[in-house]
């Protein structure tokens, strides 16, 4: 681990986690940064990929979405979306095991995706618990993925050429919106299937009975102490509509049918306890027939792709993000 990243992971090895946590607490964590053009430049978004927030109209209210066009500088895409040719499009849900997280934490990955692929990438902002626990947060994803794969016309999308991404708690969403998606084609014929699920490590078993939860309780950035606590505020029991921590449409390990999901890209971090999700939801995929590659950089910590100047790991992971998108 380098000087800048052991920092970072001594700040974080700082920070509280009130149990319940107060409301001024969530608000400061889950803010997004400002000025919002000078975060996207620091954070590495490259200049030629063009970055603008829109809402989209869902059952519960409009939803916000943060939406990256590339070759904004090319003569050839100016002009209207609708006069753009047609790209892939790219759902992401970002991170923050439930509780917390922002579109801004993603901007990087979210603009090389785009840049690199080349594609549209949609970030979706989604409520998040204690005030709204599970299955909230992945209803608010696959509602928007939904009005997003009807609507991508409007954004210069191919929706015959979708797919799915998210780190962390977002991984753990984009593979629940990859077999909700699933079941949808399987209703509809003649809907196109999605072409790709990249999934960064996801938690996939939220009894936390992986091997590496126990190897790794005392991790950077992510312990099992924090683990613990997420999972109280993301599904707290005792009450009459409490959700087991095994429910399928939880952690997607339990699914019990998992064919004819979108062919996966798995990355995990040797050096966080999540590791293990991810190798044993790709064994789970296998066994389902799905093709998937699974990834691990044996010295990353949790969280190291949104880190792209602390962590040397995570440029080459979004070159293999990238290399699996353009093939997908």
């Not at 063009?50 to 409009?62: R, S, W, Y």
């Amino acid at each position: 681990m380098n000087r800048r990243l052991r920092l970072l992971v001594g700040i974080a090895g700082w920070l509280p986690h009130p149990d319940p946590p107060p409301g001024l607490y969530l608000r400061l964590l889950r803010a997004e940064p400002r000025p919002r053009r000078l975060v996207s430049r620091l954070s590495g978004v490259p200049r030629q990929v063009d970055v603008g927030d829109q809402t989209i109209p869902l059952e519960h209210g409009p939803a916000g979405v943060r939406v990256y066009r590339p070759g904004v500088s090319d003569p050839a895409r100016t002009g209207s979306v609708a006069d753009r040719p047609s790209l892939p499009l790219v759902l992401s849900f970002h991170g923050g095991g439930f509780v917390f997280g922002n579109l801004t934490q993603t901007d990087w990955l979210c603009a090389r995706v785009a840049a690199g692929v080349p594609s549209v990438v949609v970030s979706v902002r989604y409520r998040l618990a204690p005030e709204h626990p599970a299955p909230i947060p992945y209803r608010d994803c696959w509602a928007a993925s939904r009005w997003l794969l009807d609507h991508a016309d409007r954004f210069g999308a191919d929706p015959a050429h979708a797919s799915v991404m998210g780190p962390s708690a977002g991984g753990t969403l984009a593979a629940l919106v990859a077999l909700a998606h699933r079941d949808r084609c399987r209703r509809e014929p003649g809907r196109a299937p999605l072409r790709q699920q990249v999934l960064l490590y996801p938690a996939t078993d939220l009894t936390l009975s992986s091997p590496s939860v126990a190897e790794h309780g005392r991790a950077p950035i992510l312990t099992r102490r924090i683990m613990d606590w997420y999972g109280r505020q993301y599904l707290p029991q005792g009450r009459p509509d409490s959700i087991a921590f095994d429910d399928p449409w939880v952690s997607p390990l339990f699914q019990q049918d998992l064919s004819g999901c979108a062919p996966a890209l798995i990355i995990g971090a040797g050096q966080d306890p999540l590791r293990d999700d991810a190798t044993r939801y790709g064994e789970a995929l296998d066994r389902a027939g799905v093709p998937n590659r699974v990834i691990i950089f044996p010295d990353a910590v949790h969280g190291f792709i949104s880190m792209p100047y602390l962590a040397p790991e995570a440029e080459r992971a979004v070159t293999e993000i990238i290399d699996a998108l353009r093939q997908a």
